[in-house]
């Protein structure tokens, strides 16, 4: 599942949802298949039900939410639970990101990215040197 703009300016998962949408989405998370109603509880009363069935039933036409329905007209009940836990969401999207930039700009990013680890978290440094000592060891 591909997100469709990333927002390079915000944090967390904002860079790929919306304010309410990352909400939403860490609730489901947290609480693994949830109904609106308890969404809407959780998020505060100031938002309508209909607001945050919106946003579910949005984030399920997206592909990151899977509803189920049960029952017909008002006796109808809709739940909704993740396609993805939220590790794999962030693994698959960083993973689309830089595939993307490293095809597109290749020595830059890869550049950047090792300045990046050089400036980051001594142990970043160590991982990326062990990834690199064990892809010459399996280079044919």
């Given at each position: 599942m591909n997100v469709q703009r990333m927002k390079l300016s915000e944090e967390g998962l904002r860079r790929f949802f919306g304010p309410l949408e990352a909400q939403i989405m860490e609730i489901v998370w947290s609480r693994g298949?949830?109904?609106?109603?308890e969404v809407q509880s959780l998020l505060g009363e100031e938002l309508s039900f209909n607001t945050v069935m919106t946003v579910l039933n949005r984030l399920s036409e997206k592909g990151h939410l899977k509803k189920?329905?049960?029952g017909?007209?008002?006796?109808?009940?809709?739940?909704?639970?993740?396609?993805?836990?939220k590790e794999e969401f962030i693994q698959e999207q960083t993973r689309i990101v830089t595939t993307e930039l490293v095809h597109e700009y290749g020595e830059i990013v890869l550049n950047h990215l090792?300045?990046?680890?050089?400036?980051?978290?001594?142990?970043?440094?160590?991982?990326?040197?062990?990834r690199i000592d064990e892809w010459k060891r399996d280079k044919p």
């Amino acid at each position: 599942m591909n997100v469709q703009r990333m927002k390079l300016s915000e944090e967390g998962l904002r860079r790929f949802f919306g304010p309410l949408e990352a909400q939403i989405m860490e609730i489901v998370w947290s609480r693994g298949e949830v109904m609106i109603k308890e969404v809407q509880s959780l998020l505060g009363e100031e938002l309508s039900f209909n607001t945050v069935m919106t946003v579910l039933n949005r984030l399920s036409e997206k592909g990151h939410l899977k509803k189920n329905t049960i029952g017909k007209g008002r006796n109808r009940i809709s739940t909704f639970h993740p396609v993805q836990s939220k590790e794999e969401f962030i693994q698959e999207q960083t993973r689309i990101v830089t595939t993307e930039l490293v095809h597109e700009y290749g020595e830059i990013v890869l550049n950047h990215l090792f300045d990046a680890v050089q400036q980051a978290d001594p142990s970043l440094r160590e991982l990326l040197e062990a990834r690199i000592d064990e892809w010459k060891r399996d280079k044919p």
